[in-house]
């Protein structure tokens, strides 16, 4: 790529820190980055223009190393008329994306995708009632059971319909207006995705358009991708089969480029000793020490503080002396609303008390030290567990019937018999005797966890971070052919989809 591009790189808030290696690695071949942050996401409550501090940080950190780096919200397509009928489509593929039987095991998610869609549908007024019903009917159907032929079946439709919905005018212009060289949304697999509409717009201008993969559970654990780009950027071959299976893209749109969310890993050293460490959380310093990562209000829900608990008094009356005097770091996560305490035992310390999402200078330095002088990390199901095997770190898990790790797809990445790393234990004695064995040596784990990080991280090299090549496939992206076609079918579909956009128009102006 010899010429500057100006790439729409469309990201929610939450996930900006996500992709705080790849926008630098864009801005240092000289293109310019618009970052748009489209309505709705994790903060509901606050407007597109109205980020979180964290964010505003982040992007005041960004912008202050490249000023060719913007940013804004993207206008939203209004409720009522097109906008509510669009909603009810992918609503719908949603529903039929996890009516799948692979999806039987799945409650969790299941509920969650039922709660987020069907809980609209049955307590808004914003539709109106003859596509509401409809879409409730067939939407209770897919949420009741699952079942491979009424899933597929209604992909196909929601698919053809999304195709027949017609592009935003205020996303139109929007996008015209930056008139960008290529288009990067990060967001499609959440339920409902606004994202969509950007790349409608940009197919109809003729802009290419990819999806890139955020983050290790998006294509299992959410929605469906509901539009099929130029090109969709994933991880790994994991993650190009569950791109291909899942949601129907072609193999040949799939790029695989490794994780470059975890390209700070490779390189990182630590800001302090063991010992520093050690003393500025008043532990004993000549104590190895433990790090126990809890996950996210999504994975463990408030028992999570319980088991805490019980850990650590497992660790106590322990009949292996190491364990009963080893150091304790429990590291809260930050969106978790119920954290760990006093946990009622010396050399256990909670920290930092609040939980700190490692947007900060400070809090990456804390986080990384924190990993990477510890004797092995303890966890429910958290992307961290991914950050310590890179670290070389041995990782262990307890199965607890209350969290259901297993009834996310993403969790079984990480077993053994699917070329992981993680020790699974039934029970906490069978932790205990897990954690004895990994405190003596680990060797057979040390390999597992260098060829996992290899597959699933780094699966172009382990010496080649992933951010440069996911800037390389970018610029490929941008010189890409944008098919613009309808399929047959479509202009009459249209005709009779607009006559529920009508209706929606009516019944919102009634109100």
């Not at 019903?133 to 159907?141: D, I, K, S």
């Not at 790994?236 to 291909?244: F, G, H, K, S, Y």
């Not at 790790?405 to 205990?432: C, K, P, R, W």
């Amino acid at each position: 790529m010899n010429r500057p591009l100006r790439i729409l790189f469309v990201v929610q808030h939450g996930a900006l820190l996500r992709f705080a290696l790849l926008i630098p690695a864009l801005a240092e071949r000289g293109h310019e980055i618009h970052i748009a942050f489209p309505p709705g996401g994790d903060w509901k409550a606050a407007p597109p223009s109205d980020p979180p501090q964290r964010t505003l940080d982040l992007l005041a950190e960004l912008q202050a190393r490249f000023p060719s780096i913007t940013y804004g919200p993207i206008p939203s397509r209004p409720a009522g008329g097109w906008g509510s009928t669009a909603w009810l489509v992918r609503g719908l593929a949603d529903l039929a994306h996890n009516a799948h039987p692979r999806y039987t095991g799945a409650g969790v998610l299941r509920r969650r995708t039922r709660q987020r869609v069907l809980g609209k549908l049955e307590k808004s007024r914003e539709f109106e009632p003859l596509g509401r019903q409809l879409a409730l009917r067939e939407g209770r159907r897919l949420a009741k059971r699952t079942d491979a032929e009424r899933s597929a079946r209604m992909l196909r439709v929601a698919a053809a319909l999304e195709e027949a919905v017609p592009s935003s005018p205020e996303v139109d212009r929007f996008v015209g207006e930056l008139a960008p060289d290529a288009v990067v949304v990060t967001g499609t697999f959440r339920h409902v995705s606004s994202e969509v509409e950007v790349l409608k717009s940009a197919r109809r201008l003729g802009i290419p358009a990819g999806i890139f993969v955020t983050s290790w559970d998006n294509l299992t654990n959410k929605g469906s991708l509901k539009f099929v780009p130029e090109r969709v950027f994933v991880w790994n071959e994991v993650q190009a089969r569950d791109a291909v299976e899942l949601h129907r893209i072609p193999r040949e749109r799939v790029v695989l480029t490794g994780a470059h969310v975890f390209d700070e890993w490779f390189e990182r050293q630590p800001t302090r000793t063991r010992e520093e460490l050690l003393s500025e959380l008043g532990l004993d310093p000549t104590q190895p020490y433990l790090v126990y990562l809890c996950s996210s209000s999504n994975v463990a829900r408030p028992g999570e503080v319980e088991f805490v608990r019980s850990w650590v008094q497992a660790l106590r009356s322990s009949s292996d002396e190491r364990l009963r005097r080893i150091n304790v770091v429990v590291r809260p996560h930050p969106n978790a609303p119920d954290r760990p305490t006093d946990l009622g035992h010396d050399n256990v310390v909670v920290w930092p008390p609040e939980g700190a999402y490692p947007v900060a200078a400070s809090a990456r330095d804390d986080f990384f030290d924190t990993l990477w002088h510890s004797a092995a990390v303890v966890g429910i199901n958290t992307t961290a567990m991914i950050e310590a095997a890179i670290l070389g770190k041995s990782v262990l898990t307890v199965r607890v019937p209350e969290f259901a790790q297993e009834t996310t797809l993403h969790f079984h990445y990480l077993l053994n018999e699917n070329g992981g790393f993680l020790h699974v234990a039934s029970d906490l004695d069978e932790h205990l005797r897990q954690l004895a064995g990994v405190l003596d040596e680990d060797y057979a784990g040390a390999e597992r966890r260098r060829a996992f990080v290899e597959a699933f991280v780094r699966p172009r090299g382990l010496d080649r971070p992933a951010a440069p090549i996911s800037a390389e496939e970018i610029e490929a992206l941008a010189e890409l052919p944008v098919r613009n076609g309808t399929r047959p079918g479509t202009l009459v579909l249209r005709g009779v989809l607009s006559i529920d956009a009508g209706l929606n128009a009516v019944h919102n102006r009634s109100r």
